[in-house]
């Protein structure tokens, strides 16, 4: 008899588990997270009571059997899933759909993955905690309650196929606000004036003193008349401060402070970096990595501090204890921090190994000394006029953590480079030697659309979602095809420059690129109609301040100050009622935008979202017989509803296009379901990615269709005069047999172009039989 079953909830983790423990002990896996997965699981008891539930879906059975069988034969069953809410929740339904006797059964729960974790929880077991359960499952619950009675509304009102969500529908109107607030951004332009003066240094040679003007002029004229001031001016130091300061480590990584880092850093996506964290804790090499704590543990200190002796000396150590601010973090973890210290790097994938050393260096640095700086601050006076150029310039006095880690943030791409700004030797009242002045011509900056990362800060500083929620909302999002994350050209844009040097102005008007993005989140236009849809008719929802506080209200339940059937109760009756009232009231929405009148003919110009996407609409619907029909063309890529002008919606409408004849027929372009494509014969060829079919021309055109015969005449390896309907051709995955609409593979040894028509025949007689359609189980 097996006397301890260890249960899991991955393979991956039950297998570097099982190398702790010994003979006495099995560990297996739940391999699903056995719990309540189906829309059908819900209904009638959501609206009731709201009893909690535990269905196994049927392609867990199987598992479950398993799992049974090895709890019977056990002494003592130990449920080893997460110490988190959903981590408990899978013990609790582990418990009872397994019907686990209590007295066998003990829950333990660890937060790395080492032999003392190990050992050490089942020294010290617990019961399964019930707060922790109805917390999860009141999550679960509401959610489904809003996806659920949502969801159906927007198929009504708004198109097919589309979903709604307590927290997805949040992030999207986050994003959707952004992007408006960018639309009606207007930049304003100001000149930005630096000067460079030629000064000593400690060696007697002439270095650059850069000097910024403490203000900056609206107009051009303004900065020119500046500038011919300066033509006669003298230049004197009038200050020289100069300023202790010192930068501190940043705290040792939380789940969304290291989405947000491995974004910065290493590129990765969020839902890629949970991916590559979820192995490196499964394989033993970091502590459990959802966690909104900032705590470490005395081991993690302790081994922190010995390995920055070891590598820097005692001067670099500085013990720090860091507390969770934010109320209601998760649960007891700690920090996402290597579960051995002494380990700069790991075994694994390129990916697993650079992620590694981004958690191993941030969590060294959090223990290590403050950097210390100096920091001097030069005002130089101008003698015809009261405005002052500030130099300003930083040195390391001591390096610090900084010799280890340094923390990116949203706005710069640099990382926050350590290099040092050096100011010359000055002293007040020294004159300076000019050597030129720029004034640059700079613009406003527009607010930045979001990334990633930046949409998960968001959603902290908002106190929406939790740290296991984050990844799957962005995921969920882009799967939907509200959002999606691309990277989009800038466009050209001119400054002007004007530059004084020897005594003389020049102006130079030159060329920029602003307004490239490179891996933002855009809104589609099905995002933003149903976010608008949203909260016209479902504010609650789609309030931050409701999101953060069901957030809140999760926590007093984790924490048994409310009751989760209660606060489910007290959400769902005004909601339904809200519901309804939606689905019988709440006006058709398409995004329907009228752009004005086609010149030529009259007709109404207008776009909306179609059963395939956004479209433009040429004319309006009629009930009358004999109306003329409206038609249709889909927009552009980069094209959108609330940007797209007339001129460029009746533009659309020059498809189909004529483009001349060949071989005496027309030939015409024109765009489908399927993209671009052009016709000739009743025989469609697509056109090439690289081709406009608004300018593709007739002689592009024919080159394509005399590919396309090409191809087809390739493809066509034996006909036979005995049956027209018998081919031998050339397919993706090699040569086949076409018989009456039906294919039939040739055997590897046979040469497809030695096939007599009797060897054709006999491979379609002894053929395989079409495969049945595999029909779903209901």
Request: hydrophobic share 35%; net charge neutral.
């Amino acid at each position: 008899m097996q006397k301890n079953l260890v249960i899991v909830e991955s393979p991956a983790k039950a297998k570097t588990i099982e190398r702790f423990l010994g003979d006495g002990y099995l560990v297996t896996s739940s391999m699903g997270h056995v719990r309540d997965l189906e829309k059908k699981d819900f209904g009638i008891d959501i609206e009731k009571n709201f009893k909690p539930k535990y269905i196994v879906t049927p392609d867990k059975r199987k598992i479950v059997t398993e799992l049974k069988k090895l709890a019977k034969d056990a002494e003592m069953v130990w449920l080893a899933s997460d110490e988190d809410r959903e981590g408990e929740a899978i013990a609790w339904h582990l418990k009872e759909v397994l019907k686990l006797n209590p007295e066998k059964t003990k829950r333990i729960v660890f937060h790395e993955i080492t032999k003392d974790a190990i050992t050490n929880a089942i020294k010290n077991p617990r019961s399964i905690d019930d707060h922790l359960v109805d917390a999860q499952q009141a999550r679960r619950v509401l959610d489904r309650i809003v996806g659920f009675e949502v969801s159906p509304v927007l198929w009504k009102k708004v198109k097919p196929s589309l979903s709604a969500g307590r927290v997805q529908s949040v992030a999207v109107r986050l994003i959707v606000e952004r992007e408006r607030e960018i639309r009606d951004f207007t930049s304003e332009s100001a000149f930005r004036v630096i000067a460079v003066f030629l000064v000593p240094d400690e060696n007697g040679n002439q270095v650059e003193l850069k000097a910024e003007l403490s203000k900056r002029f609206k107009t051009r004229d303004e900065a020119n008349a500046f500038l011919e001031k300066c033509k006669t001016a003298g230049y004197t130091v009038s200050d020289v401060a100069k300023k202790p300061g010192k930068r501190t480590p940043a705290q040792p990584f939380t789940t969304s402070t290291l989405q947000q880092e491995a974004s910065r850093k290493l590129g990765f996506s969020v839902s890629q970096t949970m991916a590559v964290a979820q192995r490196l804790y499964e394989s033993g090499k970091i502590t459990y990595m959802r966690t909104d704590s900032v705590n470490l543990s005395n081991l993690a200190i302790n081994t922190s501090k010995q390995k920055i002796e070891e590598l820097h000396g005692e001067n670099y150590v500085k013990v720090r204890r860091f507390k969770t601010k934010s109320k209601g973090a998760q649960e007891a973890h700690e920090a996402i921090r290597p579960t051995y210290m002494e380990n700069e790097t790991v075994d694994g994938s390129s990916q697993e190994q650079r992620l590694y050393e981004l958690i191993w260096k941030r969590t060294i640095a959090s223990q290590m000394a403050d950097a210390i700086m100096e920091k001097t601050t030069v005002t130089i006076d101008i003698s015809n006029t009261s405005e002052k150029f500030i130099a300003s310039g930083e040195v390391i006095v001591f390096d610090g953590f900084l010799r280890v880690y340094i923390e990116s943030t949203d706005d710069d791409n640099s990382a926050n480079g350590n290099g040092q700004s050096i100011i010359p030797p000055l002293r007040a009242k020294d004159e300076l030697r000019l050597s030129s002045i720029l004034a640059t011509e700079r613009f406003t900056q527009r607010p930045a659309r979001y990334t990633e990362a930046s949409l998960v800060k968001r959603l902290e500083e908002l106190g929406i979602g939790r740290p296991s929620t984050y990844a799957p909302t962005i995921t969920t999002v882009q799967n939907r095809n509200y959002v999606v994350k691309e990277d989009r050209p800038g466009v050209e844009r001119d400054y002007q420059v004007l530059e004084l040097k020897k005594g003389e102005i020049k102006e130079e008007v030159k060329t920029e690129i602003t307004g490239a993005e490179k891996n933002k989140l855009f809104p589609t236009d099905i995002g933003i109609v149903v976010n608008d849809f949203l909260i016209d008719n479902f504010e609650q929802i789609m309030d931050y301040n409701f999101t953060a506080d069901v957030e809140k209200q999760f926590d007093q339940i984790a924490d048994g100050k409310k009751v989760w059937n209660e606060v489910i109760d007290k959400f769902y009756q005004p909601f339904h009622k809200r519901v309804e009232d939606a689905t019988q009231n709440a006006e058709r929405s398409k995004g329907e935008r009228i752009l004005g009148v086609d010149p030529k003919t009259g007709k109404q110009v207008s776009v909306k979202i179609g059963r395939f996407g956004p479209l433009a609409q040429l004319g309006e619907a009629s009930t009358e017989e004999d109306a003329e029909k409206p038609t249709f063309s889909s927009l552009r890529s980069g094209q959108h509803l609330e940007t797209i002008t007339l001129e460029e919606a009746l533009d659309l409408f020059k498809l189909p296009r004529e483009l001349g004849e060949y071989e005496s027929k027309k030939v015409t372009v024109a765009i489908g379901r399927f993209g671009p494509y052009v016709r000739h014969d009743n025989k469609f060829v697509s056109l090439g990615k690289e081709d406009d079919p608004y300018s593709v021309e007739l002689d592009r055109a024919i080159e394509l269709i005399e590919a396309k015969r090409e191809k087809d005449r390739n493809a066509v390896v034996k006909l036979f005069e005995e049956d027209a309907e018998l081919q031998v051709l050339n397919g993706r995955w090699g040569p086949y047999i076409k018989y009456k609409k039906k294919n039939f593979k040739i055997p590897k040894s046979t040469k497809a172009e030695e096939l007599s028509f009797e060897d054709c025949m006999k491979i379609v007689e002894s053929g395989p039989a079409p495969k049945a359609k595999r029909t779903r189980k209901k």
